[in-house]
């Protein structure tokens, strides 16, 4: 993780006039954006003044006037520059000053999510941030895909900057899958156990490792239930059908959990199917079958 706060120290103000967005922002904390400031000041002041404060934090960063940003810029990233909002062009300016990111770069952050730009370079290294933005459709949070970048990481992947959303989730649930078979133990605690419910197909799952398989498959955490599984005290099923799903039942609080995919909820036809195979699962295991 980068600590960007030993590259740019906290600041102590002084009686400099700066603009609203400077403040509202929190740009001020950086000392090296407060010289920035200072030396552009003609610049942006006359851009504030004309009533294009959404340009100013470029013309800060240019230290020139928008006509020579286009220029330098280009036409295509002067286009998306010239429509945003004030706080979008703070956030990708912060991005390119704060995070060290490229112009282009920092284009890319999906505008939707640039308010938890500045939170998030601060606590993730460049590499995941930007392909989780490459990767965050509209309406969908940066943060969800950077969990995927980072744990790909974390399991000694290397990311291709080339990849797409969805080659990068293969590859990272077969790198899952390949750590989760090196480090759990196969032996079953159980007899194998199969239902066909409602269109849906439910498989007890009876070992560490296949808990392993279905946690990293489904991104989620069951493989922590193994020793209870072990013990009797939970069981864990592997939904497929029209909806992937796992289900676990606790004998203890008589709970049922269903999950899709990374924890999401699932739809109530799914819940219903998994409501009824808990039931039969309980009559059999009572009948010893």
């Known amino acids: 993780m980068t600590d960007h706060s030993a590259l740019f120290p906290a600041y102590e103000m002084n009686a400099f006039k700066r603009p609203e967005w400077f403040y509202r922002y929190g740009l001020s904390r950086y000392k090296p954006l407060v010289t920035m400031l200072r030396a552009s000041w003609e610049h942006w002041a006359e851009t504030d003044a004309d009533g294009l404060s959404h340009l100013s934090p ?15 810029a280009g036409g295509h990233i002067w286009r998306e520059i010239r429509t945003a909002s004030v706080k979008t062009n703070v956030n990708r300016a912060t991005l390119k000053l704060v995070g060290g990111w490229s112009l282009e770069e920092a284009m890319e952050w999906p505008v939707h999510e ?8 601060q606590h993730s290294t460049k590499s ?31 990311i291709d900057p080339k990849w797409g959303r969805k080659r990068l989730n293969r590859e990272h649930d077969a790198l899952a899958v390949r750590k989760a078979m090196e480090t759990s133990c196969p032996i079953p605690w159980a007899k194998a156990w199969y239902n066909d419910i409602d269109g849906f197909t439910f ?33 864990v099923f592997s939904i497929m059908g029209p909806e992937r799903a796992t289900m676990s039942w606790n004998s203890r609080y008589q709970d049922l959990q269903v999950k899709a995919f990374a924890n999401r909820a699932v739809q109530p036809a799914t819940r219903d199917a998994a409501m009824k195979c ?6 059999n295991q009572i009948g010893g079958q």
């Open 203 to 235: 498989s007890l799952l009876k070992s560490e490792i296949e808990l392993a398989i279905e946690g990293a498959s489904q991104r989620h955490c069951c493989r922590s239930y193994a020793n209870a599984c072990r013990e009797g005290r939970e069981t």
């Open 58 to 72: 470029f013309v800060m960063m240019f230290n020139a006037p928008p006509t020579s940003i286009k220029k330098q």
């Open 114 to 121: 640039r308010r938890h730009a500045l939170k998030l370079l």
């Open 278 to 283: 808990i039931n039969k699962y309980l009559i």
């Open 128 to 158: 995941p941030l930007l392909i989780a933005c490459r990767h965050t459709r509209k309406g969908e949070r940066v943060y969800d895909n950077l969990l995927i970048a980072r744990d790909f990481q974390r399991l000694g992947g290397v």
